[in-house]
């Protein structure tokens, strides 16, 4: 099984970028992503997290407050794969983005110990 998040690069401040998480090995349908980030020199945190498309209707996306209303997380399930728009981009935002993914949605919001599958990162880099 492999996640493969892909879609970083070096732009400028305000600029917008797109993650793909593409999954393979097996299918991801049921089961909720998400999308970490770490900064050089700082712990890995949470960035969003996407339910999967059966999950209740209020329970579907969250986001870390720091990227609310700039950046989108969705799915394609007929691809495997799972997306993050990223809009405004600040340079706070550089980091190393990975996407994972869990049966359990709580582990990805909270990014517990134990996820089940973690991609290799992409380096997103935001200039002045």
């Known amino acids: 099984v492999q996640l493969q998040a892909s879609g970083g690069g070096l732009v400028q401040a305000g600029a917008s970028l797109r993650l793909t998480c593409t999954a393979s090995?097996?299918?991801?349908?049921?089961?909720?992503m998400g999308w970490f980030r770490q900064p050089a020199g700082k712990e890995r945190e949470f960035v969003a997290a996407i339910n999967w498309s059966g999950g209740a209707p209020d329970d579907m996306t969250y986001y870390a407050d720091s990227v609310k209303g700039r950046f989108t997380i969705s799915r394609d399930n007929d691809k495997n794969t799972a997306y993050l728009q990223m809009n405004s981009l600040k340079p706070e935002d550089t980091a190393v983005y990975y996407c994972?993914?869990?049966?359990?949605?709580?582990?990805?919001?909270?990014?517990?110990?134990?996820?089940?599958?973690w991609g290799k990162g992409t380096l997103v880099t935001v200039s002045s």
């Open positions: 994972a993914a869990d049966a359990v949605l709580p582990r990805l919001r909270t990014g517990a110990a134990g996820i089940s599958y």
């Open positions: 090995g097996r299918d991801f349908t049921y089961w909720p």
